[in-house]
């Protein structure tokens, strides 16, 4: 990462990277039983992109105007409280819901500054829980699902002292 830095006190200090991005796959085994036991949101393992730790977290029954309808993806922050105060990441990233049978891409893709206080961002309406869980879509294969999210960390704002 290269630094950006002001002689004015009141300018953020920057940092741009052009690292390429991470991919991160986790794969849900009995994928039912979340929702058969009422588990409203499922956290994947940690794994780190541009050297902050990062996590994918699911709603399987859905989030926010999803609830009942879609299944709900986001990108979360791991440890927000690791940032020095009021520092901001900005990340790309994409979601993606693997098929597992045809090899279609069900994604969406955004540009987001994390922080403390805004921890994760993603959509409450990803994919329609019908669509999600007609057999033969490739999504859901015996009780499987897998999920992938490849993050791009493009720069890092820190306000100075």
């Given at each position: 990462?290269?630094?950006?830095?002001?002689?004015?006190?009141?300018?953020?200090?920057?940092?741009?990277?052009?690292t390429p991005p991470t991919h991160y796959?986790?794969?849900i085994q009995l994928f039912s039983l979340l929702t058969a036991n009422n588990i409203d949101r499922?956290?994947?393992?940690v794994f780190e992109a541009g050297g902050y730790k990062w996590k994918i977290v699911i709603?399987?029954?859905?989030?926010?105007?999803g609830v009942g309808?879609?299944?709900?993806?986001?990108?979360?922050?791991?440890e927000?409280?690791?940032l020095p105060p009021n520092s901001k990441i900005f990340a790309e990233f994409r979601l993606r819901l693997v098929d597992q049978i045809y090899g279609r891409d069900y994604s969406a893709k955004a540009n987001y500054w994390f922080?403390?206080?805004?921890?994760?961002?993603?959509?409450?309406?990803?994919?329609?829980?019908t669509y999600f869980n007609t057999p033969n879509i490739g999504l859901l294969?015996?009780?499987i699902c897998m999920v992938e999210a490849e993050v791009t960390i493009h720069g890092v704002a820190t306000p100075t002292t």
């Open positions: 990462m290269g630094d950006l830095m002001s002689d004015d006190p009141n300018v953020l200090s920057r940092s741009i990277s052009d796959m986790v794969t499922y956290e994947s393992g709603y399987p029954k859905g989030k926010g105007s309808t879609h299944i709900s993806l986001f990108l979360a922050l791991a927000p409280t690791a922080s403390a206080s805004r921890q994760q961002w993603g959509w409450n309406r990803f994919l329609t829980l294969v015996r009780d």
